[in-house]
């Protein structure tokens, strides 16, 4: 019996390993299709990776808004995935950053997803062609751009990287520093200062 052109497509591309990019190469995975994700980062994880620093692409954009501190918005009850809750060790609901960088990391491990994902992988161009999508990769460990072809791309790169600074009336009358909720990392540098 001969293949329909539908039952041939396979090849799945996931841009990004954060919590949508995991489920989606999971969940591609799974249903027996050839999938790979690619994350521009070092690890797997997102906006829940933590660093001290600003981490910077060469465009001095920061890809974080992770701060020291931070505890989930969400109880943890609803932030696991169907087939594969948050341990019932934690007992907190709102749970700290850390914890959920570190569900993340179990959760890839315990599917295993890492042979399926390319770090240091920056997807630059996604281009469709007639039957199937053409993927521009930059491989950072070895600085090369080479196109891959897919039949199908899910985009999982997250809506945090970009900050839109508001302009509000009188902005320019205020003499100390303004920042972007994007770039704040340490409560303690703001000690003693009227906000």
């Not at 994700?37 to 060469?58: H, N, V």
């Not at 934690?90 to 569900?103: K, M, N, P, R």
Request: charged share 25%; net charge negative.
């Amino acid at each position: 019996m001969n293949k329909t052109p539908m039952q041939e497509m396979r090849r799945v591309c996931v841009i990004g390993a954060g919590t949508a990019g995991l489920s989606a190469l999971k969940n591609s995975l799974q249903a027996g299709l050839e999938a790979v994700a690619y994350e521009r980062g070092a690890e797997i994880g997102g906006t829940w990776i933590f660093s001290d620093e600003l981490p910077k692409d060469e465009h001095e954009e920061v890809h974080s808004s992770m701060y020291e501190g931070l505890r989930t918005n969400l109880p943890k009850e609803v932030m696991g995935y169907p087939d594969y809750p948050y341990p019932t060790e934690i007992e907190d609901s709102f749970i700290t950053s850390q914890q959920v960088l570190e569900f993340l990391h179990s959760y890839a491990d315990h599917f295993n997803l890492r042979p399926h994902i390319k770090l240091q992988h920056e997807v630059i161009r996604v281009r469709p062609r007639l039957n199937d999508w053409e993927v521009y990769v930059w491989d950072h460990n070895n600085n090369t751009c080479d196109p891959v072809y897919y039949d199908f791309i899910y985009v999982c790169n997250g809506h945090y990287t970009e900050p839109d600074m508001p302009t509000i009336e009188g902005m320019d009358l205020f003499e100390g520093p303004q920042i972007h909720s994007h770039v704040y990392r340490k409560a303690e540098k703001f000690k003693g200062e009227s906000m």
